[in-house]
């Protein structure tokens, strides 16, 4: 627990935690919940828990709009059910990373209701980016910006001036500029490295701080996020963004092992290292991986990309192809590809060929989904995942081989994306409906009584209480390939060896083990030795479409 590069090659697993455990039947995931979930957690074989947002909130934007960011949200528990959490999690050899949210407060929090009180030009408001507004009588917003989850990027309020919000109007952002944002968001890190947290992940750490200077510029000189590599896009990835991460970085050094951190960070990869530097955060999520499509040239040259972007920077990778803001791998992965003129959303992930977007608009039926082949899938490219230098991050019922929920009635759906973008955007609900834990009962096991988000009948037959006793099973297959990856962890390096088929990625790790991926449609030839592990049955000693394996 004291090793300060334990998060170099960690595997990592998200908690939801509305959506995870439900410890007192109101339908909503809790502290208590996950505390005891642990022997499971335990079982599975991670290394730390990333746990998504927990402080007070409206639930505007599923807790990403935060209230205090030095409490629990009441019905997610206590300030005591947190330290009893953490320790529990140590106790079983579990780290902790908490999701941290920056770039923005919730409308309830103090500073801003403060803020709406105090007149224009105040020290209060001044903690935010208010402006007034265009034409003869400021009705019109500062700039024409878009928010990232549709409509204006700009709110009004009673004595006529706007608040920039990039997210939802119940997230206005914070100015960064502001020396009383910088050092209370210090002492927030501090609030809960003193409880016990070995690390954070920074939500869109890309984002803090902005250039307001007038006139602003029209959205149509901007670009798309990520569009801009030179630091000077207004609000996107500013250069300036280090200097605050610099002073995070020293905080991180005060404890020992240094506290860690993960970005999530949107950018050009030209631009990612920066974030990623031993000097800033660390380490920054790559999503080259997630958006990439299935096929082993985009792969191959992903890998190659990231791995040599990781040297450069001084830190590992990451890997991940499910969270709580995307369609789940194992139904994007059962899908065909939705052609060339699809688009995905700036800072959604997926890709423009195969996010899932078009399926969740017609409710799962459009195109048809091969449940089989994503599962399949799914398991082959994790399994690879599993393999590579660096971390890798899971996402919560990944290990349960769980699909996308996308029948998801209106009036049950919460995101705001749904309700910013009607017949557009049907939201992020599908990924963040309650686990199953139990084949029957109300959730399924979540709790004793129902859930936030309609769970369909089907999850009965991905229970944890099903999969168990399967040796078969998504859950057996995971437990297991986490466990040899602990076991046959070495030095971050790795070597591609070249394949008669192009179908085929092949690789070794030190102590010379073999990772094995068939990309193609007839079964391959496996080097000689023992396989450790693969994601589907050998067929007469051959490597079968679609699977991967490891070889000693």
Known sequence: MQDPDWWRQAAVYQVYPRSFADSNGDGIGDLKGITSRIPYLKSLGIDAVWLSPFYPSALADGGYDVDDYRDVDPKLGSLEDFDEMIAALHQAGIKLIADIVPNHTSNRHAWFQEALASPKGSAARDRYIFRDGKGPNGDEPPSDW?????????????DG????????????????????????????????????????????????????????????????????????????????????????????????????????????????????????????????????????????????????????SGASSTWVFSNHDVVRHATRYGLPPAGPDSVSKPGQGGTDSQDGSAWLLSGGTEP???????????????????????????????????????????????????????????????????LPWTRDGESFGFGFAGAHLPQPEWFGEYAVEVQEGDPDSTLSFYRRALQLRRELQGEEDFEWIEEPSPEVLHFTRPSGWHCVTNFGSEPADLPEGTVLLSSSPLVDGRLPADTTAWIA
């Open 368 to 434: 048809e989904l091969d449940r089989e082949l994503g599962e399949r899938r799914a398991r082959a490219v994790t399994q690879l995942m599993l393999a590579l230098p660096g971390s890798a991050y899971l996402y919560q019922g990944e290990e349960l081989g769980l699909h996308e929920v996308a029948d998801i009635a209106d009036e049950d759906r919460q995101d705001p994306t749904f309700f910013r973008n009607t017949g557009v955007d049907v939201g992020r609900d599908g990924c963040r409906v309650p």
């Open 146 to 158: 878009d928010s990232v989850f549709g409509g204006p990027a700009w709110e009004r309020v009673e």
């Open 161 to 312: 001036q706007w608040y920039m919000h990039i997210f939802a109007r119940e997230q206005p952002d914070l100015n960064w500029d502001n020396r009383e944002v910088r050092d209370d968001f210090l002492a927030t890190l501090r609030f809960w490295s003193d409880r016990g947290v070995d690390g954070f992940r920074v939500d869109v750490a890309h984002a803090l701080t902005k250039d307001m200077s007038e006139p602003l510029p029209s959205k149509a000189e901007l670009g798309p996020e990520g569009g801009n590599h030179n630091g000077k896009h207004p609000f996107w990835d500013r250069d300036e963004v280090h200097e605050v991460f610099a002073e995070w970085r020293t905080v991180f050094n005060e404890y020992t092992p240094p506290r860690t951190a993960v970005a999530e960070a949107w950018v050009h990869a030209d631009r990612r290292a920066r974030y990623a530097s031993p000097e800033g955060l660390g380490q920054a999520f790559n999503f080259d991986l997630l958006k990439a499509d299935w096929g082993p040239r985009q792969f191959r040259d992903t890998i190659t990309k990231n791995l040599v972007e990781a040297k450069t």
